[in-house]
T-cell receptor, first 113, second 114 residues
Framework: EAQVTQNPRYLITVTGKKLTVTCSQN?????MSWYRQDPGLGLRQIYYSMNVEVTDKGDVPEGYKVSRKEKRNFPLILESPSPNQTSLYFC????????????FGEGSRLTVL | EDQVTQSPEALRLQEGESSSLNCSYT??????LFWYRQDPGKGPEFLFT???AGEEKEKERLKATLTKKESFLHITAPKPEDSATYLC???????????????FGSGTQLTVLP
């Protein structure tokens, strides 16, 4: 089954404690992206990757890091989480040549106390 | 900067009561306009891509249309299972011809009552 898998789905942590949200896709997609979704603000892009070892900032990259060492994986790293990073996070992927359909994971709800 | 505004924020319909959701956009050169459906606790699911004014796409009870300034998602005779948040997104074009990243609207939360 074609899917984008995120872990963890739910996480409560404290300010300053480093965490990583993993994302893996099994569709051999070149493009992967991270979004955060907040009430009234819609989906906002954090980082994206056009292919292995190629990453770029989205609209709200501050406080986040990413890496793309393998085609299927695109982890999101919060080095020192703060309460304003409490949000619902989505990973998404697609083929590079087709800009239409993004496949989304089921989301990771993060709470930073 | 690309912008997307969706209205209304929330819509409640009786089963069978047709209506439309609006997506207004400003973009520097439209590469595509996209509609997604999002169920509670789930990631968005792709519905349609529209590329140029006048284009229409249909899927079951849903029909998406596009003008140069807005898109409508028409829902004909909706059923309770159509209840979801519907997201609109646009992709503009940079001066070099490359595509921008998607810009999403905040969505319309649709509730269809039995």
């Amino acid at each position: 089954e074609a899917q984008v898998t995120q872990n963890p789905r739910y996480l409560i942590t404290v300010t300053g404690k480093k965490l990583t949200v993993t994302c893996s896709q099994n569709m051999n997609h070149e493009y992967m992206s991270w979004y955060r979704q907040d009430p009234g603000l819609g989906l906002r892009q954090i980082y994206y990757s056009m292919n292995v070892e190629v990453t770029d900032k989205g609209d709200v990259p501050e406080g986040y890091k990413v890496s793309r060492k393998e085609k299927r994986n695109f982890p999101l790293i919060l080095e020192s989480p703060s309460p304003n990073q409490t949000s619902l996070y989505f990973c998404a992927s697609r083929w590079t040549g087709y800009t239409g359909e993004l496949f989304f994971g089921e989301g990771s709800r993060l709470t930073v106390l | 900067e690309d912008q997307v505004t969706q209205s209304p924020e929330a819509l409640r319909l009786q089963e069978g009561e047709s209506s439309s959701l609006n997506c207004s956009y400003t973009v520097s050169g439209l590469r595509g306009l996209f509609w997604y459906r999002q169920d509670p606790g789930k990631g968005p699911e792709f519905l349609f891509t529209l590329y140029s004014a006048g284009e229409e796409k249909e899927k079951e009870r849903l029909k998406a249309t596009l003008t140069k300034k807005e898109s409508f998602l028409h829902i004909t005779a909706p059923k309770p299972e159509d209840s979801a948040t519907y997201l609109c997104a646009v992709q503009g074009v940079i001066s070099s011809g490359s595509a921008r990243q998607l810009t999403f609207g905040s969505g319309t939360q649709l509730t269809v009552l039995p």
